[in-house]
């Protein structure tokens, strides 16, 4: 909105100052007019679009429920009401209107706002959300609170075209229409997740999209027939049963109808008049409802709604004569995900059994173009990762070998069929787990440092993390003709520089290798930690200290030989890993040890402490935890400075040194 539109609609509504500037609650909304609300969200997108531009953030979902959101807060109060989103990453609008507008430059920075509706910020959110499919659930669960506590308020949540495709939305709507519990439910329409949507349910949302409305057809036909009085009766009766057998053709919604909802829709999700006067309408009414809602994710910012899956989580950029201008990339730079992306369309051009499964990141997992190569050998199953490893599990059976790319924190999401579809079978496959270890802006709900904890365990799983990309690449490689489950973690980081060009020879299950030697002290690492011990051990050696670093390349099998090696040749070892130290890498190794019957009291522990980490660039995450190269030095020296001086290998005079 340049300044003469913004002039021209001020002059129209004789406004004096901008409308955001003086929202600080939704009570300030409602006491807008309704005809200044479009004003209202032309400013917001603006708002949007300029905070996004300088702090990366996700951008078309959010530009795509404006409207949405503001007739929410103008029909609903939300300190009694509740407002539940599924999938969070669409709350930016939200937050703006409930107070978090001045804050809001500090969007997924550390120590700044989340990006996703957070309880620790504000009490117009009362979950954390960032995973999809569990609002309708949460807010079934709240309903039947109330019920018990005789509590009169409205629950309401947001559920996306993708989101409502999860199997656990399914339950939840087949729970909420048995109870017949007070529930809204909004289906917010867009034709997207954050790429586009897929599945069968998504063509019957589409049909839905583009069906005339039934029971306009029903009023014309009971009109005509008022005109055949001798038959019209008998007609009318008989068109009963044939409208039955229609509806089911024809009727929007027709399957929440017969899963016990009241349906309601499809209607323009960007008019704002008309939200709020059906939010108001279906307001009073009792048992479960759904609103469907017809959105454009994007929408008022053409580079966004002309391509919503390249916007869906936006980088830095500025807008140039009207044109947006990226910040360009680093051309040596190349990702993790690159690499994986690559290595795998190239195995599977001499490997005909390799099938690729993504749940609804194809662009984020790389498999978008292992899916244009060989899209009859790609699956992209939706938001139903659950779904992805049971889908492996018959592929497997049938003598192929898939490769489910799934984020880290996702894959959570599937551990029974982990456990139960692969494990328990015997089956092998090669679960390649993006964003392992710490993710960084989105914070709590998508670090991936669980992984080695709910993998580790299960027998026959085979666990590896590689230290560059040439080894991502031999680790691929091997992976696929193991005759086990396999798990790759790799982090959201280009590989290292140092990597480009290098080749690395055929990766042995459960062997490690050393990659530095030094007779004062040993780093194992895992997987992402070893270049950074790498840089420590730099800086120890200003020190005139000379450390061993081990890159131990599997958590399970551990190599046990180099390992025992390592902790009795060595008073100071210690372990490093992106991962939860609870039952992560660190306490593998105290496993072994304990069970070899060694001394373990040299062994000293660095990773993810025993809680939820918060939002913030990978490097500041890593920083405050003490796992960046300063951060381990300083652990190292702690070690040395506690030693005996006649034990420190002739290097007494250096205690008094070390800082």
Known sequence: ???????????????????????????????????????????????????????????????GVVELTIALHYAFEFLTDKLIWDVGHQCYVHKLLTGRREGFSTLRQYK??????????????????????????TALGLSCADKIKEVDRKIVAVVGDAS????????????????????????NDNEMGISSTVGAFSKYLNKIRTTPLFSDFKKEVHHLLKYFPIVGKRMDHTLEHITEILKREITPGQIFVD???????????????????????????????????????????????????????????????GKVVEHPKDPKKISYTKVFSETLIDLASSNKEIVAITAAMPEGTGLDAFGKVYPERYFD????????????????????????????TFLQRAYDQVFHDICVQGHSMVFALDRAGIVGSDGPTHNGVFD???????????LMAPKDGSELKAMLRKAVSVDSPVAIRYPKDDVPDEDLGKVCDNIEIGKGEIVREGPDGAIIAYGAMVQTSLKCADMLAEQDI???????????????ALILKIVSTNQIVLTVEDHTLVDGFGTAVLELLNDKGEETSNIHRLGIPDRFMEHGSRDI???????????????????????????????????????
């Open 452 to 462: 080695i904890a709910y993998l580790r365990h299960l027998p026959g799983m085979v």
């Open 546 to 560: 000379e450390i061993t670093v081990v890159n131990a390349r599997f958590a399970k099998p551990l190599d046990e």
């Open 621 to 659: 995450i890593l920083k405050s935890v003490g796992i960046d190269a300063e951060g381990i030095c300083e652990s190292f020296l702690a070690c040395w400075n506690n030693l005996e001086p006649s034990n420190i290998n002739n290097k007494a005079g250096c205690k008094q040194t070390l800082v």
């Open 259 to 321: 899963l016990g909802f009241n349906y309601f829709g499809p209607i323009d999700g960007h008019d704002i008049k008309t939200l709020i006067e059906i939010l108001n309408d279906i307001k009073p009414l009792n048992g479960p409802l759904l609103l469907h809602v017809i959105t454009e994710k994007g929408r008022g910012f053409e580079p966004a709604s002309s391509n919503p899956a390249r916007y869906h989580s936006a980088g830095k950029f500025q807008m140039c004569n």
């Open 381 to 408: 199953v939706g938001m139903c990762e659950q779904h992805a490893i049971g889908l492996a599990n018959g592929i497997i059976s049938a003598g192929l070998k898939p490769v489910a790319a799934i984020y880290s």
């Open 164 to 187: 409502i495709g999860e199997g656990m939305s399914f339950e939840a709507l087949n729970h909420a229409g048995d109870l017949k519990r007070n529930l809204i439910v909004i289906l």
């Open 1 to 63: 909105m340049n300044q003469e539109e913004r002039k021209a609609i001020y002059e129209r509504f004789n406004l004096t100052s901008e409308l955001l500037k003086t929202i600080n609650c939704p009570q300030d909304l409602r006491r807008l007019k309704i005809e200044e609300l479009p004003v209202l969200a032309k400013e917001i997108r603006e708002f949007i679009v300029d905070t996004v531009s300088r702090t990366p953030g996700h951008l078309a979902s959010n530009l």
């Open 112 to 137: 700044g706002l989340s990006g996703f509706p957070s309880k620790k910020e504000s009490e117009y959110d009362p979950f954390i959300c960032g995973h999809g499919g569990h609002a309708i659930s």
